[in-house]
């Protein structure tokens, strides 16, 4: 019997999603596939376990491989029962049976903004936009010629990500691609990877506030922050960015990736984020995306108290 890894998740909400988040150690099962996990505190938990194992069959065009499962016996995190510990109690009975299922491989290519084959690691994980709740993602390295395969994906909605680390006269790049498993290998997969949009601009108060009628430049302390507000298009870290500002209210911001909204932190009592203006639209509510690696200009931000 092939030896499965076991591990204790339980369900918290991280900025916002449904996550089974890995509490404890995992173990390994033995020869006759038992395994015990210990040291859990009292509380609800999902039981994943792995075979490891690699497509072993295909049939028709349709892939079959023992893919991950969670008790009862299920690939879908939504559909797993959540398994009780009761303080100082055993909780004997969680058999998970692997079956040949029908599993897909992701293939695809990275390149970064150059052209070339990217040099990193791909990161595949359920989409947010499926309502799925998120699990360990799976990461593995980007091959020769930027090429990349995941092997055992159950069906459902996933988001890859292709991240570029930072390195010797290189800045870290990041590209994602969406991709949907049915019933059989999606299309190979194309992830352009890039350093992200920079947005230069000005900083201001509230002309209303102004002594002379006009915008004038913020001075003292404050921390203004993009946050990204789609997470299958942002770097795994989810990371905000922040302002470097100038000492006449000009600003730039850059590695901004995907969706983001601008929010104001630390200020002096009172003060509140009036309004972000991108190329003569008020994004304040809406949130902005600047496209690839481009930079754009003539941003305003207008603080008032």
Do not use: C
């Not at 993602?137 to 988001?159: M, N, Q, R, T």
Request: neutral net charge.
């Amino acid at each position: 019997m092939k030896i499965a890894v076991v591990r204790a998740l339980q369900v918290r909400y991280v900025r916002g999603r449904a996550t089974a988040v890995a509490v404890g150690v995992e173990r390994r099962s033995d020869d006759r596939g038992a395994f015990r996990l210990y040291g859990l505190g009292p509380g609800q938990y999902l039981v994943k376990a792995s075979a490891g194992a690699s497509l072993y069959a295909e049939n028709r065009g349709r892939a079959t491989g023992y893919t991950p499962l969670f008790y009862r016996g299920t690939p879908s995190s939504e559909a797993a029962v959540q398994a009780r510990v009761e303080p100082g109690a055993a909780l004997p009975g969680l058999d998970i049976v692997f079956r040949p299922a029908l599993a897909a491989r992701i293939r695809g290519t990275a390149i970064d903004e150059s052209g070339a084959p990217a040099a990193g690691t791909v990161i595949l994980s359920a989409s947010h936009r499926s309502g799925a709740v998120a699990t360990d993602p799976v990461v593995l390295p980007i091959g020769p010629e930027g090429a990349f395969a995941i092997p055992d994906v159950p069906s459902g909605e996933y988001v890859v990500h292709a991240v570029v680390p930072p390195g010797p006269g290189r800045t870290a790049e990041f590209g994602s691609e969406y991709v949907t498993v049915i019933d059989g290998d999606p299309e190979p997969l194309l992830i352009r990877t890039s350093t992200g949009g920079t947005l230069e601009g000005r900083l201001v108060i509230d002309e209303a506030l102004a002594i002379d009628g006009a915008p004038s430049a913020v001075r003292g302390d404050f921390m203004l922050l993009a946050y990204p507000i789609d997470p299958d298009r942002t770097p795994f870290s989810g990371r905000a960015a922040g302002l470097v500002t100038q000492s006449d209210g000009t600003f730039y911001a850059v590695g901004l990736y995907g969706p983001r909204r601008f929010t104001l932190l630390q200020a002096s009592p009172g003060w509140y984020l009036k309004s972000v203006t991108i190329a003569g639209t008020d994004v304040t509510d809406t949130g902005f995306e600047l496209p690839g690696s481009g930079t754009a200009r003539g941003a305003q931000i207008v603080l008032s108290a």
